[in-house]
């Protein structure tokens, strides 16, 4: 997760959880919780953000707006953007998820990157 502030754009900080490594979801929860109104919450996974990710976790990242959150499986990409405090629009894409399908995949076990294609508004009250 990066934490830049809106308002500003400064990064004030940024913070990796290895989910594979072990039980880091409380620490994310708190990151998330401790992160000032209007921080823009970056969050992407790579191999593997479910298998320990908790439901307090899940639950905390669907109340920035997270859709997919649910959804991630095993080696899923999925990438978010949400900014705290503040409701996005409905059209703006700030979410994405690709799953690992090795009928699919780009690398041998690993699908494709992903990137979400919108822009932040300017002008956000």
Known sequence: DALPIYDTGK???AKTFDMWEGEFSGPMVTFIKNA???SILLMATHDDGATRLSEEAKKTIEQLGSKEIRNIRFRSGWVFVAIK???LT???QKEKIIHSDNNKNRYAG??????LQDCLPKNIK
């Open 36 to 38: 000032p109104e209007r």
């Open 110 to 115: 690993w699908p494709a990157e992903i990137q």
């Open 11 to 13: 990064a004030i900080d």
């Open 90 to 92: 409905k059209n703006l």
């Open 85 to 87: 405090g503040v409701p």
